[in-house]
C-alpha cells in the first residue's frame, strides 16, 4: 500500500515525476528492506559507484562507534561513583569566569557544590603545581626576612604549604589511580576518535551525489547515523562542511522527483 504521507506530498507534482518518485521509493524501500547495501546496489546498477562504497562501509563505522561507546559508558557507570571527593583544605574560592584549577570529576567535568546561598558552583583547588611554587616562594620568604616576626610568618607559611602539598599529592595520586584502573582515558580518547571518523564518513556520503533513490536512502541512512551523536559534537562537524547535511539529502530527494540526476 503507498505511503500516503509520500502521496500527500506528491500532489502538487506533476504526473511523471509523482509517478517515478513512487517508483523510486518502493524499490529503494524493498531494497532497504533485505538490510544490505548489495542488495540496493542489484536493484539500481546506475548508482554511483562511490556511494555504493561510502553505503557499504557504514554500518562497520556505526557498530565500532556503538561498541566505544558502550565500552565508555560501562566504564563511567563503575568508576565515576568511586571518584574521591577534594578535602576542604584544597579548595579555594567559589569559581569565576576564566578560573584556573576547579574540582573536576573522572570525565573532566567541573564538580558542583552548594554554597551558603544553596548555589551550586564549582571550586577552585590547590594543585601539587600551585603549593610547589607556594612553597618556594615560602622558602624565600625565610630566607630574606630581616626581623624574627617577618620570618616566622614565613615559616608558618611555608610549614602550611608543605602540609597541604602532602593533602594534595595523596589526593591526585587517588584520583589517578582511578583513571589508570578504570582505563577512561583510553576508552574516551577511542570514542573521540572514531566519533570523528563516522562524522566524516557522514560528510563524505552526503558530498557524493546520488543518482537512483538507492543512493538516497544510504544518504538518509548516514544522516539517521549522525544523529545519534551528541548534538556539540554534530553542530561542530556540520559548521566546518562544505554543505549543509540535511539540505543536501533534500535536494537529492527533490532531484529524483524531478526525474533524477541530470
Not at 584544597?90 to 551558603?116: A, K
Request: charged share 25%; proline share 3%.
Amino acid at each position: 500500500m503507498p505511503n500516503t504521507a509520500v502521496l500527500a506530498a506528491a500532489e502538487g507534482m506533476p504526473q511523471i515525476n509523482r509517478r517515478r518518485l513512487l517508483l523510486g521509493l518502493a524499490a529503494a524501500s524493498t531494497a532497504a528492506a533485505t538490510g544490505t547495501v548489495a542488495l540496493a546496489a542489484e536493484a539500481a546498477p546506475a548508482e554511483n559507484p562511490e556511494l555504493i562504497r561510502l553505503g557499504e562501509e557504514l554500518p562497520g563505522i556505526v557498530e565500532e562507534y556503538q561498541t566505544a561507546t558502550t565500552v565508555r559508558r560501562a566504564i563511567i557507570k563503575k568508576w565515576l561513583p568511586k571518584w574521591p571527593v577534594a578535602p576542604d583544605e584544597l579548595l579555594g574560592s567559589w569559581s569565576g569566569f576564566g578560573s584556573r584549577n576547579i574540582e573536576r570529576d573522572l570525565l573532566g567535568r567541573g564538580i558542583d557544590r552548594e554554597n551558603s546561598y544553596g548555589e551550586k558552583r564549582c571550586r577552585e583547588i590547590y594543585t601539587t603545581k600551585d603549593l610547589q611554587r607556594s612553597l618556594e616562594w615560602a622558602d624565600q620568604g625565610v630566607r630574606r626576612a630581616r626581623t624574627d616576626r617577618t620570618r616566622a610568618n614565613a615559616i608558618e607559611k611555608r610549614n602550611k604549604d608543605a602540609a597541604l602539598l602532602v593533602v594534595a599529592k595523596r589526593y591526585e595520586a587517588t584520583c589517578q589511580a582511578i583513571r589508570d584502573a578504570s582505563g577512561y582515558e583510553a576508552a574516551n580518547a577511542r570514542r573521540e576518535a572514531v566519533t570523528k571518523r563516522l562524522l566524516t564518513h557522514v560528510e563524505k556520503v552526503l558530498l557524493e551525489q546520488a543518482v537512483t533513490m538507492a543512493g538516497v536512502i544510504i544518504q538518509a541512512q548516514a544522516l539517521v547515523a549522525a544523529g545519534g551523536i551528541k548534538p556539540l559534537y554534530r553542530w561542530s562537524a556540520e559548521a566546518t562542511s562544505e554543505v549543509n547535511w540535511s539540505e543536501r539529502l533534500a535536494a537529492s530527494i527533490l532531484r529524483q522527483a524531478e526525474g533524477g540526476a541530470s
